[in-house]
Every structure is written in structure tokens, then in C-alpha cells.
């Protein structure tokens, strides 16, 4: 990383640009009925995320000169049919990249995601399975929505998923073996985007 970026992600960072895992008060998934539910409703947790949501695409706006915008319904209703929960569709909804976002790896608008599921190998072959592909290595290798595995607010972890290692054979239990999780969710993923320290080895997990 340049001294310069260094800078700018340390500077994020002090702003309070934290993984959704630093945030949460739950010691645990198995306390948060006991412990959150009574501070703080569905809507409210999905607010505060929203509201970290915006400082984290203004840093990655400064950092890769793409802006951001509210998705159309069209696509926002052709997200919602890949399966994707509201907690992702809600960041979507506000924060669509307008074009690729071109940092360390690369951030699609929705139209490429829907591309990138439907059509292009590993993403046709491994969104059935709830593997959905929404950023890309500049290797060809991506990142998915995990909606097998959720944190405590219901928001997907993420994935890393190799393009060499799937085909049509692929099985969900091959999946489960070969998709690295490398980010607790998206907020999570967003803040490794800017600090350029996102895992980008598809080897052992």
C-alpha cells in the first residue's frame, strides 16, 4: 500500500469505519435476544448499518473515483431474485456503485453481478447453491454472499470462490469445502476494500 493510501485508510478508520463484528454490543449470537433485542429493533440495527454503509462508499468513492447512487427497482427486484436478504438490497438500494469500483479487487453495479451469476463461470455454477457473486480479483476469482452462513443482524458472510476450481460437476458440498470466508459481511468487506487488505489467495482456508 502507498504511504499515501496508508494515510487515507488510517484516517477512515479513526472516523469509526469498524466490521459490523467490532460494532455489535453481542457477546455472542446465542446472548443477543437477552442482550440487544431490548436496545435496539430490526430497523435500527439495519439504520446504524446504513449509516456506516455511507462513510465507507464516500472513502471508496475518494479512493477509486467511482461514484455511488440508489439502484433502480428493476434491478434492485432482480437482486431480491437471486435470494439476497434486505439487509444487502437495503445497501443497494442507496449505495450502487455507478460503475466497476476499482480498488485492490474489483466492486460491480448490479447489471455485472446479475452477468457475473447468470452467466459467467464460477458465478453460473455456484449461485443455485447460494454462492452469490458480487465482486471480482482482477484474476477472475470472486466474491460472494455466503447465504449459507449469516451474522447475528442476518447479513451474509463472505466468500472467496476459485474460477479454476468449478464447473458444472461442482457440488454444494465441494463448495462448502472450497469457498474461503474472508470478511464477516459487507460492511466488513467494504472497510478491507479501502485498507487494501482483502484476501485475495484462494488456497487452504
Known sequence: MSVARMCFAIL???????????QTGCASPASKHSECDG????????QARMNDYRRLTDAIA?????RFRPASKQDLANLRHLGLPRIVTEFYAVYEPVECAEGQV???PIRHMLKENQELIPGCYVADDGYIVFATTYCGD??????NDFDEDGAPS?????????????????L???AKPVAANLLDFLQR???ERIDEDCGEK
Open 39 to 46: 436496545d435496539a429493533s430490526a430497523e435500527q440495527r439495519i
Open 176 to 178: 462448502a469445502q472450497l
Open 12 to 22: 477512515v478508520h479513526a472516523l469509526g469505519c469498524v466490521g459490523a463484528v467490532e
Open 158 to 174: 463472505i466468500v472467496l470462490i476459485s474460477h479454476e476450481m468449478i464447473d458444472h460437476r461442482t457440488t454444494a458440498k465441494d
Open 142 to 147: 470472486v466474491y460472494c454472499f455466503n447465504l
Open 193 to 195: 476494500f479501502i485498507e
Open 106 to 108: 474489483r466492486l460491480w
Open 62 to 66: 475518494v479512493l477509486t473515483g467511482t
